[in-house]
């Protein structure tokens, strides 16, 4: 194998020898702006261990970087933390050409990583909290299931303090910025946030459990190395802190307007709601979903007190766009907010009915009256726009504009 890639050392002995996904813009329905990577760790202990492996496509490039410090077939265990296909996609493969002595994964793992590719039985499942001796040191093992898979786990090397996280505190951002330290420090936020909102919101209150986990295992944590972005190592209590609060759905007097428009009349609206929210000193985000993404939207509700969906009728319906953004954000299931709907209409007007009944069935609660315009609004619907701005803003009364210490 060329060593056309080299491994990048984390610290003594341990390796980053993953993969740069600089073109993906498009991870199964989530924009990735900026690319990616698919992180892998080679551990240089007595027992030689890969933790991970990449999406199957980029077996070259995490063959070559290993290849850069060891022969791959000289690779004693690896360790799978998790079974979706962008970090097992090449084990199956691995497992087959080097023939390493162990393969661990989580029970689930192991019934996962059978049903994806079917070598169940060429793995051991650790329970957990077990260790796995590598000789020169060792790897705790600590279940982490639903975070964001059932199979999911993290493992901590115990003579170096570094907790491979999997997807855990990980990003979605293409870069030869290896630690957190060499990324600017608004991407590092923004492109955390996004993905916590995107991939591990649903899973607040496990999140909430394993941060305690962790906390209470008394590991000191020096690093945190995910399957995604760089590692952290200047900021690893900033990112456990964030995730705390994001986890615990700390919310500020924000609210995100999503909308999108046949003939500019629904936009009319969304803007005098959006003034009205500003005159109120609530922060709006504004999203036409004609160009926004859906997980653009995800991400800005990651603080976010109110949800405010506009939507012409069409067909009887939602408009395309804020059918797709509405479902997708229902799956994420953001709690704690508030929610209104607005939008225009020719004759029937049913948009503004069922997005009602969608946030109702997310179980957002609803704030002020919603809003529906005939063709064109006007007048008195104009002002009624207004009124609901300033509802929505009434309800975010109790939360504080910025966190402390941050702008927004
Ligand atoms: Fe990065 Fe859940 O896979």
Same mark, same amino acid.
């Not at 989530?30 to 261990?49: F, R």
């Not at 996004?194 to 607040?204: D, G, M, R, T, V």
């Given at each position: ?15 980053? #020898? ?35 492996? #990449? ?86 093992? &600590? ?67 394993? &941060? ?6 008394? &590991? ?10 760089? #590692? ?39 803007? #005098?709601?959006?003034?009205? &929210? ?131």
């Amino acid at each position: 194998m060329s060593e056309t890639f080299k491994a990048v050392r984390i610290t003594d002995g341990v390796y980053w #020898v993953g993969a740069i996904d600089w073109n993906i813009r498009n991870f199964h329905g989530y924009s990735t702006y900026s690319g990616t990577t698919y992180n892998a760790y080679l551990v240089m202990a007595e027992k030689v261990t890969l933790i991970d492996t #990449v999406k199957e496509p980029f077996k070259n490039e995490l063959l070559s970087r290993i290849s850069s410090v060891i022969d791959p077939g000289k690779i004693d265990y690896v360790v799978s933390n998790h079974a979706e296909m962008d970090h097992s996609g090449y084990l199956g493969e691995f497992i087959e050409k080097y023939r390493p002595e162990k393969v661990f994964a989580s029970k689930k793992g192991v019934e996962a990583l059978e049903d994806h590719f079917g070598i169940g039985d060429q793995l051991i499942a650790v329970d957990d909290g077990e260790k796995i001796d590598l000789g020169s040191d060792s790897l705790i093992c &600590l279940e982490t299931k639903m975070l964001h898979w059932p199979d999911s786990m993290v493992t901590y090397l115990a003579g170096k303090k570094i907790l491979f996280s999997q997807d855990g505190f990980g990003m979605h951002h293409a870069s030869y910025g290896r630690f957190d330290d060499m990324i600017d420090e608004n991407i590092l936020k923004r492109e955390a946030a996004k993905y916590y909102a995107n991939i591990l919101l649903p899973f607040s209150p496990v999140v909430k459990k394993v &941060l305690k986990k962790i906390g209470d295992s008394g &590991l000191e944590i020096e690093m945190i190395a995910p399957d995604h972005g760089p #590692v952290w190592r200047s900021g690893v209590e900033k990112i456990l802190s964030l995730y705390d609060r994001w986890a615990s759905r700390e919310l500020r007097k924000k609210a995100v307007i999503a909308c999108d428009s046949m003939w500019g009349s629904t936009t009319v609206m969304a803007r #005098v709601i959006g003034q009205s &929210l500003s005159e109120s000193d609530v922060d709006v985000a504004y999203l036409n979903l004609s160009t926004a993404h859906r997980s653009d939207l995800a991400a800005e509700l990651i603080d976010a007190g109110a949800l405010i969906v506009g939507s012409p009728t069409i067909n009887g319906t939602l408009f395309p766009t804020v059918a797709d953004a509405l479902y997708y954000i229902r799956g994420l299931k953001p709690t704690g907010i508030v929610g209104a709907a607005f939008g225009s209409y020719g004759w029937s007007g049913e948009a503004v009915g069922q997005i009602t009944e969608l946030l109702e069935k997310m179980n957002i609660d609803l704030a002020g009256e919603s809003v529906r315009a005939k063709y064109v609004p006007s007048g008195h619907l104009i002002e009624r726009c207004s009124e609901l701005g300033r509802e929505v803003a009434k309800r975010l009364e109790a939360l504080p504009k910025n966190f402390p210490g941050e702008k927004p």
